[in-house]
């Protein structure tokens, strides 16, 4: 045999095993135990040793891409034939035979949004039978199922036993855990947990939104509000650095208070978009169940900020929960306090009534660092979102000003609402060509009075008419 200018001599036997072993990498095989012992063909399966390991389900996409990279030059990649849906495949499973053997099938893959243009491919399961240096091994990647959790991800490495193939392992591992651990595909991004798939059937283990920059003159608060949001979360994060040297906490937690519709969810997505590489995770009330696997990515992906919206649900007086409420409480306040004094996380908590907090969560130090009212908006602040909500329709000055004054008591919701509804009443008065005191008196009249107190509660304009 001549390999460049050099003549190589092999006997017949090694001549054989070689010819066998070429030609059998474009065989078929029906079931993964054949693929095995052809695979590892020489070594007594007593002289395999697996290892294992699991990632969470949701960083899914980055561990796709740190396979791929790892075993993109595998000798053969098959996919498997899942039979029982919610059995988690091993290779110890893979090399039983006859009646149980498991069968090859075609490669699987789901689409997984990562809130880019493109979702990232990733495999349902995968066996990549692998060669380095004449050491053969295989790696399987499969989902790993336990009742009423998310799906985890499964790796096992089989490799022949022995020093050489022990730190091949460890290699590949180390790889694997850097990859997951710069969490490339979600750092710096809007995320929230959602196990389920979108309406075009992909995968949604996190959800990224896409949300618009909101700009500061955007945030329609008084201005001695803004600058206390300012120092205790923009500056306060610009300043980490100086802090931690000081030897000073670089963890921090901040409560939202005030009416509903008054713009604290609007007031999260501007410090969400002006966070220099944070993190955002956005946690719902019902979700808080979920929030240990929050935590594990807040603490992955630092800087972040962890946002618990209407935290009055689950932190009332404990004299009013159930088991349930409790436990979940107990989760959020251990986690608040678990968190070392040098981490990068900050906790945002908005409620409606923050008289209704319980007394662990608002009354304790070191919990809640600052407490920031999101008022109902003043006279002023009413023409700016009117001028705001309404940029696309002709307003004249008196016209703000009429609205704003008119609708005073009202949240920021209110004046949305009655922005549109003005737009409305000028489309069926002249085509949109002027906006009228008329207009204000049938938006206002519907909104507040026509449909009683329940509607004007609904629209956020329920201050309003008790002032009435």
Not at 208 to 223: C, F, K, Y
Not at 458 to 465: D, E, N
């Amino acid at each position: 045999m001549r390999i460049g200018s050099r003549t190589i001599w092999l006997c017949s036997d090694c001549n054989r095993a070689a010819e066998t072993r070429a030609d059998a990498r474009e065989e078929e095989f029906d079931y993964a135990c054949d693929v095995l012992d052809w695979h590892f063909a020489g070594v007594p399966r007593s002289k395999l040793v697996i290892t294992i390991r699991q990632f969470p389900g949701h960083m899914r996409a980055d561990v796709q891409a740190a396979v791929d990279h790892l075993f993109g030059k595998a000798v053969r990649l098959l996919g498997l034939n899942e039979e029982q849906r919610y059995e988690t495949l091993s290779i110890s499973r893979l090399l039983r035979d006859g009646r149980y053997a498991v069968a090859i099938a075609p490669l699987q893959y789901s689409d997984v949004e990562v809130g880019e243009k493109d979702p990232v491919k990733c495999l349902d399961n995968g066996l990549w039978l692998c060669e380095q240096d004449d050491l053969r091994y295989a790696v399987l990647l499969c989902a790993h199922r336990e009742y009423s959790r998310e799906p985890g991800i499964r790796i096992e490495i089989a490799m022949p036993s022995g020093a050489i193939g022990t730190a091949l392992v460890q290699q590949c591992f180390s790889e694997l855990e850097q990859a997951v651990q710069s969490a490339r595909t979600y750092r710096g991004k809007i995320l929230s947990l959602d196990s389920d798939s979108d309406y075009r059937g992909r995968s949604r283990g996190i959800t990224v939104h896409r949300l618009p920059p909101v700009a500061r003159d955007e945030v329609i608060l008084p201005e001695k509000t803004l600058r206390l949001l300012d120092r205790n979360v923009l500056n306060f994060v610009g300043s980490r650095d100086q802090l931690r040297r000081l030897g000073q906490s670089t963890r921090k937690g901040i409560l939202l208070y005030g009416p509903p519709g008054t713009g604290k969810t609007h007031t999260i997505r501007y410090l969400a978009t002006h966070l220099p590489g944070h993190t955002t995770l956005i946690i719902t009330a019902e979700q808080i169940g979920l929030l240990g696997a929050y935590m594990n990515l807040a603490r992955l992906l630092q800087p972040s900020m962890v946002v618990i919206e209407d935290v009055d649900l689950i932190a009332r007086d404990r004299d009013d929960m159930g088991p349930c409420e409790e436990s979940m409480l107990n989760k959020l306040l251990n986690e608040m306090d678990g968190l070392k004094e040098d981490a990068d996380i900050l906790f945002v908590l908005t409620t409606n009534r923050p008289e209704d907090l319980e007394g662990a969560l608002a009354g304790r130090p070191g919990r809640i660092d600052q407490a920031i009212e999101v008022p109902l908006p003043d006279e002023a602040g009413r023409g700016k979102l009117v001028r705001l909500y309404g940029k696309g329709l002709p307003l004249d000055d008196a016209i703000v000003a009429e609205a704003a004054r008119r609708s005073e008591g009202t949240s920021c919701a209110f004046i949305k609402e009655l922005t549109r509804r003005l737009a409305q009443a000028s489309l069926a008065r002249d085509g949109g060509k002027s906006v009228a005191s008329v207009d204000i008196d049938e938006a206002l009249d519907d909104m507040l009075f026509s449909g009683g107190r329940l509607n004007a509660r609904l629209l956020g304009g329920a201050q309003q008419m008790a002032a009435g």
